[in-house]
């Protein structure tokens, strides 16, 4: 059984600061790891991915993830946030050779002026 | 670059109606997925379609059909509305198997009197 755990479901901080929203999965199997985020009243938007390789993958607008396989956990990073990151961030992870994806419940991010 | 297309944007149904939801994209993914995404909460699979007339319940099939005409559009039809039921129901695609991302529509907004 896949599942994907987002421990906090509300993180508050202010304009500038640094932002580490996290992310732990657990599935027996090789995966495919992704963030999206979601903006009030829009669908998801795809953020990064890892797959193989570097650990630390750059996404779009500064983010980015760090995965660890002995900790089971894929937590997206921002050094400074903008007012305009407040969204609801989603962890992903899907199987390989395995067409669904399997969601977290998501964190929503407020960024305080 | 592509898009997904949902329509309608806001659908008001009465309890017990028969209510279709439409989903096109341009993409030329095989894969297309439908989600319910109830308030502040994430989401919930409920059909996904890996080619033309292939479906795959997914944890949330009960109450609902859905349709894989051609490769560019997937339906979803709620077939017995409850009364009070407000959802937002996104749809979305992707290229089967692979590291590969999904692509979200703006969803549609239900809303059952």
């Known amino acids: 059984t896949q599942t994907v755990s987002q421990s906090d479901a509300h993180v508050t901080v202010f304009e500038g600061d640094s932002v580490e929203l996290r992310c732990n999965y657990s599935?027996?199997?090789?995966?495919?790891l992704s963030w999206y985020i979601q903006h009030h009243g829009h669908g998801l938007q795809f953020l990064l991915k890892?797959?193989?390789?570097?650990?630390v993958v750059q996404g779009v607008n500064g983010f980015e993830a760090e995965f660890s396989k002995s900790d089971s956990s894929f937590h997206l990073r921002k050094a400074s946030v903008h007012w305009s990151d407040s969204a609801v961030y989603f962890c992903?992870?899907?199987?390989?050779?395995?067409?669904?994806?399997?969601f977290g419940d998501g964190t929503q991010l407020v960024v305080k002026p | 670059g592509g898009i997904i297309t949902q329509t309608p944007k806001f659908l008001i149904g009465q309890e017990g109606q028969k209510l279709t939801l439409k989903c096109q994209q341009n993409f030329n993914h095989d894969t297309m997925y439908w989600y319910r995404q109830d308030s502040g909460k994430g989401l919930r699979l409920i059909y996904y379609s890996i080619t033309e007339n292939d479906l795959q319940k997914g944890d949330l099939s009960e109450g609902y059909d859905a349709s894989r005409e051609k490769k560019s559009s997937f339906s979803l039809t709620v077939t017995s509305a409850q009364k009070n039921e407000m959802a937002v129901f996104l749809c979305?695609?992707?290229?089967?198997?692979?590291?590969?991302?999904?692509?979200f529509g703006p969803g549609t907004r239900l809303t059952v009197l």
């Open positions: 979305a695609s992707s290229i089967t198997g692979g590291p590969y991302e999904q692509y």
């Open positions: 599935y027996g199997g090789s995966i495919y």
């Open positions: 992903a992870v899907r199987g390989r050779g395995n067409n669904r994806i399997f």
């Open positions: 890892y797959y193989s390789g570097n650990p």
